[in-house]
């Protein structure tokens, strides 16, 4: 069982930023791919950002690529999401997710079926 807890949603102005955190249980988080999700009130979850196991390489919705980072550090299993240069748009729950089969080191899995565990999800509010 691998048990993930977000932090560092809140509100912020537009042209802002936030750095949100997921601290993950389990022996193996460093062959866990990991992945930020967002779902705004009436929309489908939608894919933000995710990262492979060995933190070489990320991927991004086009909506946030040039704004957010995904990053992990693997000896405190966590990983983050750095938001800069916030939009009204980007107001959503974050969630982050956990694929613990990892795939190859390059793996960065981009779709909810891909993820085996889920966060509670933190509140992102934007305004203008």
């Known amino acids: 069982q691998v048990q993930l807890v977000e932090s560092g949603g809140g509100l912020v102005q537009a042209g802002g930023s936030l750095r949100l955190s997921c601290a993950a249980s389990?022996?193996?988080?460093?062959?866990?791919?990991m992945g930020w999700f967002r779902q705004a009130p009436g929309k489908e979850r939608e894919f933000v950002a995710a990262?492979?196991?060995?933190?070489?390489?990320?991927r991004y919705a086009d909506s946030v690529e040039g704004r957010f980072t995904i990053s992990r550090d693997n000896a405190k299993n966590t990983v983050y999401l750095q938001m800069n240069s916030l939009k009204t748009e980007d107001t959503a729950v974050y969630y982050c997710?956990?694929?613990?089969?990892?795939?190859?080191?390059?793996?960065?899995?981009?779709?909810?079926?891909?993820?085996?565990?889920w966060g509670q999800g933190t509140q992102v509010t934007v305004s203008s």
């Open positions: 990262i492979s196991w060995s933190g070489g390489y990320a």
């Open positions: 997710a956990a694929d613990i089969l990892g795939g190859n080191s390059w793996s960065v899995p981009l779709f909810s079926n891909d993820y085996d565990y």
């Open positions: 389990g022996r193996t988080f460093s062959r866990y791919a």
